[in-house]
């Protein structure tokens, strides 16, 4: 949260004049977007097993093949529609606009959803989600290397961002086993001191015995 906050001031800051028409219905709409956002992770969470299918359940690879089937066929209607009434036309592509469309669409799309799909399943919604914070200090890096630096407080943020994700994968048990560590070993030092002691005395005496 820090981090985003921070590279939100820094682009507020920037000389970029973004009018906002109507920012309280942008609000709504991007507080509804994040909470069916949450729907959906916990869902897939929940929902969908880590077993690629060997059990007789659905695999990750059917779930996002029937979820892209499924927006075929209730959103090209709608995208046919559109088109008809010259809303949002339908244009001839070249086979370089083509092939970018697949090469996004197979890179973009499908193999970053899957990857983000499967690290819900083998970590937990919460560290998935934080993972796609990582965009922002990549961003920065990329906005570097091609000669478009962006301003100082975006490296902050995206080094806030860094250390966020790296702290919420540490295990809430990491300094707790340590602590346990240390005092059974100190447990065992002291048990091996007492069996000294005890070892000791009766050499001594053994010895005194002509």
């Known amino acids: 949260m820090g981090g985003t906050i921070i590279v939100s001031l820094g682009d507020s800051k920037s000389g970029l004049k973004t009018v906002a028409s109507n920012p309280l219905l942008g609000d709504i709409f991007a507080l509804s977007s994040a909470g069916l956002y949450a729907v959906y992770i916990t869902l897939i ?51 370089k ?13 499908v193999l970053s959803d899957y990857l983000w799909a499967k690290a819900v399943l083998l970590t937990s919604t919460t560290v998935a989600t934080a993972g796609l914070t990582i965009q922002v200090p990549l961003a920065a890096i990329v906005d570097t290397i091609t000669g478009h630096s962006p301003p100082f ?35 065992i030092e002291d048990v091996s001191m007492r069996d000294e002691e005890h070892a000791f005395p009766r050499t001594q005496d053994s010895a005194s015995v002509p």
């Open 45 to 95: 969470r929940k929902k969908l097993n880590d077993d690629d299918g060997k059990n007789g359940e659905v695999s990750m690879a059917q779930f996002l093949g029937f979820l892209g089937l499924f927006n075929v066929l209730l959103f090209l209607p709608v995208a046919v529609i559109l088109n008809f009434t010259k809303t949002e036309p339908f244009y001839m592509l070249t086979w």
């Open 153 to 187: 407080m975006d490296y902050l943020g995206a080094i806030a961002v860094m250390i966020g994700f790296a702290g919420i994968n540490i295990p809430a048990d990491t300094f707790s086993k340590s602590t346990e560590a240390t005092a059974v070993e100190l447990k």
């Open 97 to 109: 606009q083509l092939g970018l469309i697949i090469g996004k669409g197979l890179l973009d799309n």
